[in-house]
């Protein structure tokens, strides 16, 4: 509709909020963000008494479903990896992150003076979303400026 080819897909990635109910559970879970390389899973602590565990992903359209089968093997990392950590209350989620093909987050100047794009990250969006942010506002300031600048100019 603004005449620019985003070329952006929906890809469905998985986590889990593994809920930390008891001490033992709170003192074995990381409290540091953490990648497992052999698996493609990170981590996150939210807090004293919940642990995030993501690393699933796949290309189902618009479909949000939570399947079972993507969501047992974050909780098998986790018993394996943390096996002080109870895994009796998990809460799975699925949501769809938008990805260009290239896996390069569109980040700029739109076709419109007024568009500007920080999309398509995939699942480094919390990664790499803040610095592209910044890159988009670098962009919009520049602009404001020169548009001050120039209309000041005789």
Same mark, same amino acid.
């Given at each position: 509709?603004?005449?620019?080819?985003?070329?952006?897909?929906?890809?469905?990635?998985?986590?889990?909020?593994?809920?930390?109910?008891?001490?033992?559970?709170? !003192?074995?879970?990381?409290?540091? #963000?953490?990648? @497992?390389?052999?698996? !493609?899973? =990170?981590t996150?602590r939210l807090?004293? @008494?919940? /642990?995030? =565990?993501?690393?699933?992903?796949? /290309?189902?359209g618009?479909?949000? @479903?939570?399947?079972?089968? &993507?969501? !047992?093997p974050?909780i098998?990392w =986790?018993?394996r #990896? /943390?096996?002080?950590?109870?895994?009796?209350?998990?809460?799975?989620?699925?949501?769809? &992150?938008?990805?260009?093909?290239?896996?390069?987050?569109?980040?700029?100047r739109? !076709?419109?003076?007024?568009? /500007?794009?920080?999309?398509?990250?995939g699942?480094?969006?919390?990664?790499? #979303?803040?610095?592209?942010?910044?890159?988009?506002? @670098?962009?919009?300031?520049?602009?404001r400026?020169?548009?001050?600048?120039?209309?000041? =100019?005789?």
């Amino acid at each position: 509709m603004l005449g620019d080819n985003t070329n952006i897909y929906p890809v469905k990635g998985y986590s889990i909020t593994v809920e930390l109910g008891d001490e033992t559970s709170q !003192k074995a879970a990381p409290r540091v #963000s953490l990648l @497992d390389e052999a698996t !493609k899973i =990170v981590t996150s602590r939210l807090g004293e @008494d919940r /642990f995030r =565990v993501a690393g699933t992903a796949e /290309f189902n359209g618009e479909n949000r @479903d939570i399947r079972w089968d &993507r969501i !047992k093997p974050l909780i098998r990392w =986790v018993e394996r #990896s /943390f096996p002080d950590v109870s895994t009796a209350q998990v809460v799975p989620w699925a949501g769809l &992150r938008p990805m260009t093909p290239s896996m390069m987050p569109r980040v700029g100047r739109g !076709k419109l003076p007024n568009v /500007f794009y920080n999309t398509g990250h995939g699942h480094l969006g919390w990664t790499l #979303s803040a610095v592209t942010a910044e890159m988009v506002a @670098d962009v919009i300031m520049t602009d404001r400026s020169n548009t001050r600048l120039s209309a000041s =100019v005789p």
